[in-house]
Structures are given as structure tokens and as C-alpha cells.
């Protein structure tokens, strides 16, 4: 048995259709338990997003919203779109936004809990995510010991798609070979990484929000030329996300499954991995970084990966997989084929955009590509990071962390010569596991972020800006807040 049928193995496991059925159950709970806090708080979200509360311990709240987005918006929002449509149909896309509309209420109580049980690391920043919460909130030590020890290995795995987007699309598009890019990018991402999360926040608030907009701006070029299609994408998407598509019948399995993996690894809603950098935000209010981590899930999923699902559908230059072959598929196991021998990810979004724009839609894709795989990068490093510091009691010595840089950087050097669908399935395994932990513990753990949304609405009530007092709503282990 070689390595792709390990990885696949386990991947069958791991995502099994329990996962996918807990992930939207539990978006539908928690949107219920907030009522609907997605849709009735939006207002407050874009009012907060832009507040320039930091101080030495942490970062402002859109920096921390800049390093989380720099997660979230990445190949997932090109490639992952890709491969949700090769492998689940069109229909997969609907399912990612209900994930995503459902996802954002499961945000929201990770990263309140997150700022409620932040603490400060050795250098007297702000440090927190699922791990702390588990250990303070649940007083479970082994189970957070257990999901840090995840969420390590995740991040290494996750930045492997990354990296392997990035020599892929500079490959395709300069014919640059793979050796010599992943050679670069590791010298670069080494230089970062000493400079610690003020740094990974600085690169990422002025790089998330121009590579998006470029991006976002091409698409709606492409998608003007392509005007007349774009009811026909629309129609196409939902008959095929309910099974009622004559090409996509079979599939509507396929397509919630793809749908919702590729929905959690896009805006990573309830897999815990935006609640790190939410605790790093100075804020006077948990609520607060939980509404602005809220909004970071619909400007992933509702507006740069519907950009992508339509640049690549509305062109019709994608190919769909037949979901009763396992395996690495190919041409003979085609059920729709508009791009013959082109591997599913960003070759699709490179070909699409190449259609309407001859001459300028490869290299075009290859430079958005760059950055938002190169962010997203770095925030998985910070997320890592986290998580070694808490193993560490927050004291981490220089030659566990230097150690653990060059592994880091060894599982990203490894996948971005590899196999797309090797890189892709080992970051498909993180995401599940790191799923499976946080989801179980902030459904044990709900209490104290649903008292505090209690404690900030009636605040707001009192035309007060809300401030956060542990005591209040009788929560403990909250050393920050208590100091």
C-alpha cells in the first residue's frame, strides 16, 4: 500500500458523514441559540471591524480579523473551489454557502470563548484559541494537550496546500520549475516567521485586503463579459445541489459532502482555527472579536468563493469526476470533461480567466495565488505557533521554537513537490480532526459565550459601550479580564 492510499484511508475516516452531518447541525444550533446573531448583528460587525482598540499585549481588531482572513482566504477560495466542483458537481457550491451561513454562528461562539480565556505568553502578549478554553473552560488538561498536539500537525498539513498552489500556478503559468520557487518561498516565510505575530499581523493587513480586491475585480470582469451565463450558473447550481440536474442526478451525496469540506477548509467556521488569532485582539468586550470573526466567514465563502464558482463555471472550463471510482480520477473517469488532463485547482480558475482574458488569465491567477497562498501560510505558522506555546505553559525556550520552525517549514517544503491531491488530502485530514475536537468542546463550552452575548446586548441596550466583567455572568479561569 503506498502513501496516497494511506492518506485516502484515513481521510474516509476522518470525514466520514458524520462529520459533515455535525458540522451543519451544529451551525443550525448555535444560529438558533444566537438567534440568527449572522443576520441581526451584521451592522455591528462592520461598525467593529474597523475600531483601533491594540495596546502592547495584543493586536487592533482588524488586524486580528486581517491575520484570521489571511487563513481563510487562500487556495481554498481558488483551488478548494476547484476541487469542490470536479468532485461534488456544481451543487457542491450551494452546500458551501450553507455552511458558511450556518458556520458563521459556530465563529462567532469559538472566538467569544477565545477572548474569554485568553492569557499572556512569556513576552506578555495576548495568547488563546481552542486549547486554553478547553483547559480553562472544561478543566479537561489531556483533551486540550490533545487538540494542540491536532492542531500542530494540522497547520503543517494545511500549509502544505498552500505551497503546493503556489509552485503549481507559478509552474503553469512562467514555467518555473518546482524546486526552484519552493526553495524561495521558504528563505521568505523563514525571515517572517522570527519576527513573531506582530509582524505575520503587519504583512497581513495590508496584503489580505488588496489581493482581494484585485481578485474580486477580475472576477466581476470576467463574470460581466460572461453576463448573459450567469442565471444559467445560478439555476445550474441548485438543481445539481438537490440531485434534479440530468448530468449531476447521482450526486447530490457527493456534492453536500464535497460542499462541506471544502466549506470548512475555506472559512474554517467551527474547526477552531480563527479563534486564535480572535484572542489575540485587544478588545473590551469578548462579543466584540466574536462579531468581527462572524463576518470573516461570509467574505470568505459568499464573496471570494461564489467569485471563483462563477469565474469557472460561468466560462464552463472545469471537469467533473465520477464519484463511484475511487482513486485518483482521469480522463476515462469523466462524467463532464471541458478541460482533458488538467488537474483539478487553480489550472481550472487559470484556464477560466485565460478564456475571457487571452494572455493575461494564467499570470493573473499565478499573482493572485501567490499572496493568498503566502498569507494563509503564515497564519497557519501563527495558529501552530499558539499551540506550541500552550504546550510549553506559554514559556516556550528558543530551541523548542526554533525546532519547530524547521519543521514547519520541512512538511511545506514537502507537499509543494508533491502531488496536488496528496497535499490536498493530508490538509482535508487536519481539517477534520481539528473539526471533530473544537465542535464537541464549544458545544460542552457554550455557556459562557451565550452569557456574554446576553451581557453585551443588554449593555447595548443601556446605549453603553459594552464592557466585559467575568463576575458578572459568574465565569472563572479568566485571568486577563479578572486583572
Not at 438558533?32 to 499585549?57: C, G
Request: proline letters at 4%.
Amino acid at each position: 500500500m503506498n502513501i496516497e492510499s494511506i492518506v485516502n484511508t484515513i481521510l474516509g475516516v476522518v470525514w466520514s458523514p458524520y462529520l459533515v452531518v455535525l458540522c451543519l447541525l451544529t451551525g443550525l444550533y448555535f444560529s438558533v441559540r444566537t438567534r440568527f446573531i449572522q443576520l441581526r448583528a451584521l451592522p455591528d460587525m462592520l461598525r467593529l471591524m474597523f475600531r483601533h482598540e491594540r495596546s502592547d499585549a495584543g493586536v487592533s481588531p482588524f488586524q486580528a480579523l486581517s491575520i484570521s482572513l489571511s487563513s481563510r482566504v487562500g487556495v481554498g477560495n481558488i483551488a478548494g473551489v476547484a476541487m469542490a466542483i470536479a468532485f461534488g458537481g456544481p451543487g457542491a457550491i450551494f452546500w458551501m454557502w450553507i455552511v458558511a451561513f450556518l458556520g458563521a454562528s459556530s465563529a462567532f461562539i469559538e472566538s467569544t470563548l477565545a477572548q474569554i480565556y485568553k492569557d499572556r505568553d512569556g513576552k506578555g502578549q495576548y495568547r488563546g484559541g481552542p486549547a486554553y478554553y478547553i483547559e480553562k473552560g472544561l478543566g479537561q488538561r489531556w483533551y486540550a494537550v490533545l487538540f494542540a498536539l491536532v492542531t500542530v500537525l494540522a497547520g503543517a498539513m494545511l500549509a502544505g496546500t498552500q505551497s503546493n498552489a503556489i509552485t503549481s500556478a507559478v509552474n503553469e503559468a512562467w514555467g518555473v520549475p518546482t524546486m526552484t520557487t519552493t526553495a524561495v518561498l521558504l528563505v521568505v516565510l523563514g525571515v517572517i516567521f522570527i519576527g513573531g505575530v506582530r509582524r505575520i499581523a503587519r504583512v497581513a493587513e495590508w496584503v489580505v485586503p488588496l489581493m482581494a480586491v484585485a481578485y474580486l475585480l477580475v472576477a466581476a470582469l470576467v463574470m460581466v463579459l460572461n453576463a448573459d451565463k450567469v442565471p444559467e450558473v445560478i439555476m445550474l447550481v441548485l438543481r445539481s445541489a438537490f440531485g434534479v440536474d440530468a448530468a449531476f442526478g447521482a450526486m447530490i451525496g457527493t456534492a453536500i459532502q464535497w460542499g462541506v469540506r471544502r466549506g470548512v477548509l475555506s472559512n474554517e467556521a467551527g474547526m477552531g482555527s480563527g479563534a486564535h488569532p480572535a484572542a489575540a485582539a485587544e478588545v473590551s468586550h469578548p462579543v466584540k472579536q466574536g462579531l468581527v470573526q462572524s463576518f470573516s466567514v461570509y467574505i470568505d465563502t459568499m464573496v471570494v468563493c461564489s467569485a471563483t464558482a462563477f469565474l469557472i463555471l460561468s466560462t464552463g472550463l472545469y471537469n467533473v469526476y465520477d464519484p463511484a471510482v475511487n482513486g485518483i480520477p482521469d480522463e476515462a473517469r469523466l462524467l463532464l470533461g471541458n478541460l482533458p488532463g488538467v488537474e483539478a485547482g487553480p489550472r481550472f480558475v487559470q484556464h477560466a480567466v485565460e478564456s475571457a482574458l487571452p494572455g493575461f488569465g494564467r499570470s493573473f491567477v499565478a499573482l493572485a495565488i501567490l499572496p493568498f497562498a503566502f498569507t494563509t501560510i503564515l497564519a497557519l505558522y501563527y495558529m501552530a505557533e499558539t499551540n506550541v506555546s500552550y504546550l510549553c505553559r506559554d514559556r516556550p525556550t528558543p530551541w523548542v521554537m526554533g525546532s519547530f520552525q524547521l519543521l514547519f517549514l520541512a512538511a511545506t517544503g514537502y507537499s509543494a513537490v508533491n502531488s496536488a491531491t496528496v497535499a490536498w488530502s493530508l490538509g482535508d485530514i487536519g481539517v477534520g480532526l481539528m473539526s471533530w475536537l473544537n465542535i464537541i468542546a464549544i458545544l460542552l463550552l457554550q455557556g459562557p459565550a451565550l452569557a456574554a452575548l446576553r451581557d453585551y446586548e443588554a449593555q447595548k441596550r443601556k446605549q453603553r459601550d459594552p464592557l466585559f466583567r467575568p463576575q458578572t455572568i459568574g465565569v472563572s479561569n479568566t485571568r486577563v479580564w479578572e486583572s
